[in-house]
């Protein structure tokens, strides 16, 4: 077994509350990590650091976990660059563009698609992101769908069914039909492929009860449950999204009182319950629409992660720190908050607890920055701030 020092951390963001300094980042100074086996194996002042077989010298930057980017459309063919040029002149967005991606979705081949997930999972890497969840969507048939998370598991474990994102058009006027193949057929297809189901629970996509159904037939196949969520108007995805113990609802960008009431009754971190509030201010930024109120969701005391939702129509980057400097920016969160978001937020949306913290056991999933301090990922947008990742305790090429 070989180990690796990582020393010389001027500022090791752990997310461990109580390891370091006060607040929810842990922060720690003037310190070192040592990888074994792919794993934390010790965390303490780099004076003390034991001997390694092999060392990198962090030279006084700041250190992180890896980005856990918990909502991504990568399994698509085709762009929709003229779709958001429109938009920037003034059209709205309304999901109808989906269609057109699953027209090319299913005219492509697998090693299109498949060269198309790898490409983008790599983007996300060079930009931190060492776990990455990956939607279906784009097929909408029960061969497109299957293929689309058997691609998707080729490259995460956290694959997501989403098979009730739009009705495709061949089943227009009998929506009915469309949720009886997504339950039945689709659904057995899909289903040893996928860890999660999601629907699309909007005004255009699916009802309360149509999303509902569709949910529940994922949970009793063993799948975990998120939805997306009040995206383009209030609607009721938030709270179905509780009432089935989601683990997350995403999107969030028009709450009712009620539905801040809901998230909150899910409980805090720790509980294993809760039900996380994960904004895509991607989504928000590419539709030139208001962004989600982040701040009443945290002052509420919920827990709130942040994502790319990286799709070729409504949010078509990868960068989880072009996510955070929004989010800081134009959300008002803090740097410390949207930091911890976009690390253990995303962790604990997909319930994971080996990654979004840097902690002995936890997986040495982290990045060294080009910088001092995770300030700075908000403070110096557009910058490519990311010098190094580890991933699984590898080094990773640039
Ligand atoms: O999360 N809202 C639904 N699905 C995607 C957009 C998909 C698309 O426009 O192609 C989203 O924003
Ligand atoms: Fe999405």
Redesign the pocket.
Known sequence: MSSLLVDNIGELVTNVVGGGEAGPLGIRRNSALLVEDGQVAWIGPARDAPAADRRIDAEGAAVLPGFVDS?A?LV?AGD?AAEFAARMAGQP?T?G??RT?VGATRAASDDELRATVRRLRAEAMRQGTTTIEIKS??GLTVADEARSLRIAAEFTEETTF?GA??VPAEYAHRPDDYVGMVCGPMLAAAAPYARWIDV?C?RG?FDVDHARAILACGQAVGLGVRV?AN??GPGPGVQLGVELGAASV??CTHLTDADIDALVSTGTEGAGTATVATL?PG?EFS?RSPYPDARRLLDAGVAVALAT?C?????YTSSMPFCIALAVREMRMTPAEAVWAATAGGAMALRRDDVGRLRPGARADLMILDAPSHLHLAYRPGVPLIRQVLYNGVPQCR
């Not at 799709?311 to 949010?315: C, D, K, R």
């Open positions: 909502h459309h698509f929709r967005y999901g563009g989906i991606t969507g784009y989403l994102h739009v699309f909007e996509a997306h995206q383009l995403d999107h895509l989504a539709t939702d799709n070729p129509g409504s949010s």
